[in-house]
């Protein structure tokens, strides 16, 4: 490829802001949580027929792939979350369940999912710990006997710790499941209560500490930072007491607000006060990284950190490149031999599908033909680090020349730092990572599109 980006009409929005402070000032503010690129929706009436097709395919064995299951049932919704689905009961919970099973068996059994294994499965949600142990146990037997797996397939249950006692924990490890994700969130008592949470600092960190002292499996935390009442010292007690509750791994996110979210209402109406500001959440993101840096914890990404070797994050990972992912469940997402698809999000309408033995297909979506590219990009900053040899290799040519223009005004702002075929995040670029990586698909998609209409003309 001979030919450069030409970045002379790009905006600050794309090259980021010259500042004495980028990793405070380089952009306004996080826009999404994740990066991705746009795919062509496929019409209505042909998406069932499409997906069912692409289920009769097998699989390309060299493409790594993973296994989603979705929850959504939660016993309150958090002030912060976006995601909110279905207020559990357990009428609901029983019913969903029975379709579900029916779901993940009919799944099974098709030519895509027989032709290769899984490498990861991860039960997301919502809250699947709001399932009984009984469902636990099922859910997890039934996966490990309908699916190929691989032999060291990380299978992760997602929830929270109020009211996850023995029994559901010994039915989730009878089952099969492997690794356990819990959303902390924060560890200070006025901090959680403001958000919904449901347990106090001292019961959250006790049942931590006995779960991560079994050693039966790695225990997982998220913490989030920018929430109400959430000032810097109380975020350096959260790492604090991370360390203190001994866990395995932690992801440390920063609070993306996004319109519908309960705490955007209940801070304008002055019941709640406003969370921190970008420049604030940068400070708590360096603390952070340099806290983790001083105690010698293994980064495993941009924000996750593994105290342990067990530890190994395997579905996050994959699910940000090239792997495939088959959605289970209402309002799960994934991709397909392809195809980009999210089931319907609305219960009534998965139930009646899983009872018509139909694809709840809410959208379906064929994916653009740089696809690989985009995952490679969204992965590539995920990690920290752009490879020249890994985008030669997705996509047939010199791409990490083609961008360099772009990359040297951002290492002029203090975002990255490029070393002969290496494009490295400064403490400043892994802020502002997702940022990057949404910023560099767009302009690649951009100039395709504009190549593709100066053709057509």
């Known amino acids: 490829m001979k030919n450069k980006l030409n970045i002379k009409h790009f905006n600050e929005d794309i090259t980021g802001i010259s500042t004495p402070s980028p990793l405070q000032f380089a952009f306004c503010r996080k826009k999404s949580a994740h990066a991705g690129g746009r795919a062509a ?32 049932f939660c016993r309150v919704r958090c002030t912060y979350c976006n995601f909110f689905q279905h207020a559990a009961s357990k009428t609901m919970i029983a019913d969903y369940f029975a379709a579900l099973l029916k779901e993940i068996k009919w799944k099974a059994q098709q030519p895509w999912t027989q032709s290769a294994p899984f490498q990861a499965v991860y039960v997301g949600g919502g809250t699947p710990t709001d399932l009984s142990a009984e469902q636990l146990l099922i859910l997890g037997k039934t996966v490990r006997s309908y699916f ?162 067990r530890e190994r994050s395997i579905y996050n990972s ?47 979506s064929l994916q653009s033909a740089d696809s690989a590219v985009h995952k490679e990009i969204t992965a590539a900053f995920d990690r920290g680090v752009v490879s020249r040899a890994a985008l030669l290799q997705v996509s047939g040519s010199d791409l990490f020349e083609y961008c360099l223009p772009l990359f040297e005004e951002w290492q002029s702002k203090g975002l990255v730092e490029i070393q002969q075929d290496y494009l490295t995040l400064t403490l400043a670029g892994q802020f502002w990572a997702v940022t990057l990586a949404q910023n560099l698909i767009t302009v690649l998609s951009n100039n395709t599109n504009n190549k593709q209409q100066h053709a057509a003309a």
Not at 159 to 165: E, V
Request: glycine share 8%.
């Open 148 to 309: 190929p797996l691989t032999p060291d397939c990380e299978i992760t249950l997602e929830g929270r710790i109020n009211r996850f006692d023995d029994r559901l924990f010994e039915n989730a490890l009878e089952g099969g499941f492997n690794r356990f994700s819990f959303g902390v969130q924060s560890f200070n008592t006025k901090v959680r209560r403001s958000a919904k949470r449901l347990d106090d600092r001292e019961p959250l960190m006790s049942r931590l500490q006995e779960l991560s002292a079994l050693n039966a499996t790695p225990i997982v935390i998220d913490l989030l930072y920018g929430l109400p009442y959430q000032t810097m010292d109380i975020w350096k007690q959260d790492l604090e007491d991370f360390l203190e509750s001994g866990v395995h791994g932690v992801d440390l996110y920063q609070l993306v607000e996004l319109g519908g979210m309960p705490m955007q209402s209940m801070v304008e109406k002055g019941t709640l006060p406003a969370p921190a500001d970008t420049a604030a959440k940068a400070k708590m993101f360096e603390y952070g990284v340099h806290f983790m840096r001083k105690h010698h914890i293994k980064r495993l990404s941009v924000g996750h950190w593994a105290t342990s070797n």
């Open 41 to 72: 929706v496929i019409p209505k009436e042909e998406q069932i027929s499409r997906f069912e097709q692409a289920l009769k395919r097998p699989a390309d064995k060299a493409q790594q792939r993973c296994l989603y299951i979705h929850i959504p």
């Open 318 to 364: 994959l699910a940000k490149t090239t792997a495939a992912v088959l959605p289970l469940g209402c309002g799960a997402g994934g991709n397909v031999n392809g195809l980009a698809v999210m089931q319907d999000r609305t219960l009534e309408n998965y139930l009646k599908s899983i009872e018509r033995q139909q694809h709840s297909v809410a959208m379906l």
